[in-house]
């Protein structure tokens, strides 16, 4: 069966490297993407910026939101987003590596509701935070694209991610969303 789900977490250079991604992903991409990207709690303008640079839509889920291909769902400031089968759920539980949104967070969460049905991204950032979300999925049966560590803005999270698991693609920046198009077309080997 076909991946359910994409799961990126990000940090710092977060933005222009989801702007590079984004923009190649084609319209009609057919699974749902989702984000987590550190940010200040007073941030609320990441939507409309991501918006202008893909041909997908962009939103902040609500509780309970269904699942919809094409769309890329970003973690609202300061609000764990988590992935259960029916939908989206959000928390305000306690930061996770001094973050909330986590990266952690999500990457467990959708690991536990869609084992081995998720691909996860692990982008440039400058903490440790999607580690061992990224392990979680793993295990779970997930496939892994990690961001090359000296093609990052802030290489600590890439590196981070693969001293704690192994990625199934360790690939270039601009190379992820042909990956992913890939991936989504073939079913790759995962499934749910």
Known sequence: MP??????????????ALEILLARLPAGFPVPVVVVQHRDVRSHSLTMILQRSTRLRVREPQDKDPFLPGTVYLAPPDYHLLIEAEGYALSTDAPVCYARPSIDVLFESAAEAFPRGVIGVILTGASSDGAQGAAALKRAGGYLIVQEPSSAECSAMPAATLE?????????????????????????????
């Open 3 to 16: 991946y359910r789900l994409v799961v990126i977490g990000t940090s710092l250079g977060g933005l222009t």
């Open 164 to 192: 704690a698991t192994q990625a199934d693609q360790v690939l270039p920046l601009a190379d992820i969303a042909a990956a992913l198009v890939k991936l989504c077309a073939t079913g790759g080997t995962g499934g749910v």
